[in-house]
């Protein structure tokens, strides 16, 4: 079945610092791809996605890549700020009668230091 | 706009237990979802709704019943609460885009403790 592994984490930044999150899936056909972000004491929200092979997302200065060819959705910031402190979670979509059937990864918790 | 609001914010039961999460979206989205996430773990699909009156199981829906009578309200309930039902629901709804828009609207989550 369809499949999402994020690296582990915390991961731990000092402001300013770049950041990258790496995302691979396993899936049949081609998915699109999500990062979610989930900051203290509130549900999840679409940050960024990717519906095709080279597609790139990009929100609030955070980008990913489609890439097939190596089944990545790496999450990527050039400086990164206190306020992007949350956990972040790369998914795939598993259409079914229209329905969203998400699957994530396991969350990556991130904090950044001033 | 409140958009998708889950009641109770916590709840602690003991074995054996049962009771009903709440979730309710005021966006007339057709589609609804109940999602668990448990600690250091990525969100799991319990049970999700095309529309009013149709509801289908997803990953993990051993343990948990849903209804579906309206477009706004979808609840979920468990019977017999145990210990491994101990985890963070979250009630999430979108529209049928006919695409894979992906954007989901989720609710703030209910922390449940089954002692």
């Known amino acids: 079945g369809n499949s999402v592994t994020q690296m582990e984490g915390p991961v731990t930044l000092s402001e300013e610092a770049f950041l990258t999150i790496n995302c691979t899936y396993t899936?049949?056909?081609?998915?699109?791809l999500f990062w979610y972000v989930q900051y203290p004491g509130e549900g999840l929200q679409l940050l960024l996605k990717?519906?095709?092979?080279?597609d790139k997302g990009s929100n609030k200065g955070f980008e990913a890549t489609y890439r097939k060819e190596t089944t990545s959705f790496h999450l990527e910031k050039g400086s990164v700020q206190v306020s992007d402190s949350a956990v972040y979670f790369c998914?795939?979509?598993?259409?079914?009668?229209?329905?969203?059937?998400?699957?994530f990864g396991q969350g990556t918790r991130l904090t950044i230091n001033p | 706009n409140a958009g998708v609001t889950q009641t109770p914010k916590f709840r602690i039961l003991k074995i054996g237990q049962s009771m009903t999460l709440q979730c309710t979206q005021d966006?007339?989205?057709?589609?609804m979802y109940w999602y668990r996430q448990d600690p250091g773990m990525g969100l799991k699909l319990i049970y999700y709704?095309?529309?009013?009156?149709?509801?289908d199981k997803g990953e993990v829906p051993n343990g948990y019943n849903v209804s579906r009578s309206t477009t706004e309200d979808f609840p979920l309930r468990l019977e017999l609460a145990a210990p491994s039902q101990t985890s963070v629901y979250f009630c999430a709804s979108n529209l049928p885009t006919g695409g894979a828009s992906g954007k989901l609207f989720f609710g703030s989550g209910t922390q449940l403790s089954v002692l």
């Open positions: 990717a519906t095709k092979a080279d």
């Open positions: 998914a795939l979509s598993d259409l079914h009668q229209g329905a969203q059937k998400l699957v």
């Open positions: 899936a049949t056909g081609y998915p699109s």
């Open positions: 966006m007339n989205h057709n589609y």
């Open positions: 709704s095309v529309g009013a009156g149709i509801t």
